[in-house]
């Protein structure tokens, strides 16, 4: 059986304040491309199908339309609730939707029953587990030992009953002990939030959701298959696409990806403003996808946002990467300040801040103002 692996489509998500939503509706054309040319037999969506527990109505209205065109083409779709998404919200008509091949997970009540498929080998079982903690396991099994999130997941895989000697999937989103992370992602301090891979060896394949950077654990019957586009800077690097898993009969399995493209991409650009202005550099990139600029010039650029912005309309981010910024000098709060001038203290702040001194054009610019300001004070 062939199958689409997806998650942390994070629909309704604004980076850096911008909302995403058009550049989603753009790649999830791109995966029912993909789809269409796959065709495959289900397609799994990991949890985090919003980026909020209460999403917009336009990022409803986007999800609702890419379900329906999924539904229309007789494909079965298993969805789970990530921890981004509310449970109540994601399971919502659920017992309806199934009718046409749309099974979502319901609110985790220490029951997860399997969804059944069957190919030419026979069955295979599906677990849609969603996002859970040890306090949303505990509450249903007070007399097990659940204190971490291994515990938790241990607890609702050994409750499943799996049968062994059948294929068997399960969709979950947790953090796996070992997979690599990057800064758009919700991970607890010290690493609590960790689940130990040992707890799946009874599944033919774990579609994992939570991380954002496409990645196997331990072999690839354990896999993450990314974000479909890029949610901050630190993902500059990643490549994103979709991954196509074939489970063959037991024990066997193959998987590979499909890139995806986005119409946008996320980009980080250095360099002085005289250099990043110039058509010489410019004329080499696509100057329409979002960036991160840091500007390396010693002096800020006066209107640097808005005049960048006529090449590079899609600016994320500004920064500088100077002598100023890579110091951070501290003020000497025991010094006497009371016999200094104005003049002199402003200098000091200056070149604290800036890890220099103030021009002479400078020096008399606020000399000048701190007079005038003076003079209309008395």
């Not at 059986?1 to 911008?18: A, C, P, Q, T, Y």
Request: proline share 4%; charged share 30%; aromatic share 8%.
């Amino acid at each position: 059986m062939k199958f689409i692996h997806l998650s942390d489509l994070h629909i309704g998500k604004r980076v850096n304040d911008i909302s995403m939503l058009e550049d989603q509706e753009y790649i999830l054309s791109e995966i029912i491309r993909i789809i269409d040319c796959e065709k495959p037999s289900a397609v799994l969506i990991c949890g985090d199908v919003y980026d909020k527990s209460m999403p917009s109505g336009e990022a409803v209205a986007l999800f609702d339309e890419f379900i329906c065109k999924l539904a229309k083409r007789n494909i079965e779709v298993l969805i789970i609730s990530g921890n981004h998404d509310s449970p109540e919200r994601i399971a919502f008509g659920g017992r309806i939707m199934e009718k046409s091949g749309i099974h979502l997970s319901p609110v985790y009540n220490g029951t997860v029953f399997p969804i059944t498929l069957s190919d030419e080998h026979g069955k295979i079982n599906f677990y849609l587990l969603p996002f859970i903690k040890p306090a949303h396991v505990r509450r249903f099994f007070p007399e097990e030992n659940i204190e971490s999130y291994t515990d938790a997941c241990r607890v609702a895989v050994e409750k499943m009953e799996v049968n062994k000697n059948e294929r068997n999937v399960i969709l979950t989103h947790q953090f796996v002990t070992g997979a690599a992370t990057c800064e758009s992602e919700e991970l607890s301090v010290g690493g609590t939030d960790n689940v130990d891979s040992s707890i799946f060896e009874d599944f033919d394949y774990v579609a994992l959701g939570h991380l954002h950077g496409p990645q196997n654990i331990g072999s690839n019957r354990i896999r993450y298959c990314g974000t479909p586009l890029k949610y901050s800077f630190s993902e500059e690097k990643h490549f994103k696409s979709v991954t196509v898993a074939e489970l063959g009969k037991k024990g066997s399995l193959e998987i590979r990806t499909v890139p995806l493209v986005p119409k946008r991409d996320l980009k980080k650009i250095n360099g002085s403003f005289e250099e990043i202005t110039n058509k010489d550099f410019y004329s080499r990139i696509e100057t329409n996808d979002y960036f991160q600029i840091t500007l390396t010039d010693e002096e800020d650029i006066p209107e640097a946002i808005g005049r960048l912005r006529v090449i590079y309309p899609n600016i994320m981010k500004l920064g500088y990467d100077n002598t100023r910024t890579r110091k951070n000098q501290i003020v000497d709060k025991a010094e006497n300040i009371k016999r200094k001038s104005p003049i002199e203290l402003f200098e000091e702040l200056y070149e604290k801040q800036n890890n220099q001194s103030m021009s002479d054009e400078q020096r008399a610019f606020s000399l000048q103002l701190i007079e005038s300001i003076w003079e209309d004070n008395l």
